[in-house]
């Protein structure tokens, strides 16, 4: 025999308003409902009516909110379809989270239709398409979702080092001139950022998929061009009076990113020195506020190694209001150690120290004096 009714919605009196909205996308939808505030009048026996609804309809609908699960008459409602269908076979009971609170007991066991962030059509359709007891096959074939990605696993532990063997390539090559573009000569920062999957996979992005130029903004400059090369996408700056540029970031299309400048370390007045504060600061920001956000835009997996590498800096100093006399470094590359990028969200500042702190290190400090005693990056001021 069939039920009077394909659904009883059980709710609080404080939550009518989803009550009656639902019912009304129910029986426009041709179901017939069984609730409260349209089926009780005036002379009624509430517990007899609401034993009715319960009894004749096919299932049980609970809006799942806070009022709801305090009230003590809405819990036998829901309590009941449950035990008529314990494992859910008949879908006695559907519950619609109509508030975002946390479900406790037996009720995250069984799936929901959640209303929670849904505007009104979107809610609409999670209804509809919700209460639906035929299988939810689409009448065309869904879209291939591409090839499966293999994951990391136990027994394929990423390798210690797993970057140098790139580095110690490229760093050769730039130091016998190999550069992307014609820089100027002269002393220079450059500045590797390495995804994990540009080594371990054959993962290739398209020029097309670098769609911010200024988030490969180069060093030590307000403006810049871009172009397409073998390699990849180029952003490039030059100061007006010169046909070749001072800086440039070169995007591989396997993802690593090289940023190699000379306008910050370029001989000034017959001086060799390394403004220390505004390269730590510029490295860190160039990071933080562009490279990384170019390679997040385009999903590149974490981790990602992080190199910085001064070349052609023989007879440089540390320039900055140390209080210290002038000591000079004795060779002509120094490669600071590579670190790692393991979050989005990690500290990058933070990150860089070890880096720096070594930088220091060649000239006679301890550590970076740019840093305090906690580890956070400020400029120093002097002593």
């Known amino acids: 025999m069939s039920k009077r009714y394909d659904f009883f919605i059980s709710y609080n009196h404080r939550d009518e308003a989803f009550a009656k909205w639902i019912s009304w996308i129910l029986e426009e939808a041709g179901y017939n409902v069984f609730v409260q505030a349209w089926d009780f009048r005036p002379g009624h026996n509430i517990v007899l009516k609401m034993q009715e609804g319960a009894a004749d309809a096919d299932c049980t609908i609970a809006l799942l909110s806070n009022n709801y699960m305090l009230s003590q008459f809405t819990q036998p409602e829901w309590a009941a379809a449950f035990g008529a269908d314990p494992t859910g076979k008949t879908r006695k009971l559907i519950p619609i989270l109509i508030e975002d609170f946390k479900l406790e007991g037996l009720l995250p066991q069984i799936s929901y239709i959640s209303l929670v962030g849904k505007e009104q059509e979107e809610a609409k359709q ?14 065309d074939p869904p879209a291939f979702p591409g090839m499966v990605q293999k994951k990391q696993t136990e027994s394929e532990d990423i390798p210690t080092g ?13 130091e016998n001139g190999q550069f992307n573009d014609r820089i100027r000569e002269g002393a220079k920062i450059v500045l590797h950022l390495l ?35 073998k390699d990849g996408y180029l952003t490039f700056a030059k100061w007006p009076s010169d046909n070749s540029p001072h800086s440039y970031v070169q995007f591989y299309r396997n993802g690593i990113i090289e940023s190699v400048d000379m306008g910050m370390l370029m ?8 403004p220390i504060a505004k390269l730590e600061k510029d490295i860190i920001e160039s990071i933080r506020h562009h490279y990384l956000k170019a390679l997040k835009a385009i999903n590149v997996k974490l981790p990602i190694a992080v190199s910085i590498t001064l070349l052609y800096i023989r007879d440089y100093y540390l320039a900055g209001n140390f209080g210290r006399s002038r000591e000079t470094i004795d060779q002509t590359t120094l490669r600071l150690p590579t670190v790692l990028i393991n979050s989005w969200d990690d500290d990058i500042a933070k990150t860089l120290k070890p880096s720096f702190d070594l930088l220091w290190n060649h000239f006679g400090y301890e550590q970076s004096l740019n840093y305090s005693e906690d580890g956070t990056w400020r400029e120093t001021r002097g002593f």
């Open 195 to 229: 995804p994990i999957e540009s080594i371990s996979t054959n993962k290739r992005y398209e020029i097309k998929e670098i769609n911010n130029p200024s988030n490969l903004k180069p060093f030590f400059t307000t403006g810049w061009d871009y172009k397409v090369n």
């Open 126 to 139: 999670a209804i509809l398409t919700g209460v639906q007891l035929e299988r939810a096959k689409p009448v």
């Open 162 to 174: 797993w970057y140098n063997p790139w580095l110690d390539k490229r760093v050769k090559e730039l």
């Open 267 to 274: 001989e000034r007045s017959g001086e060799k020195y390394i």
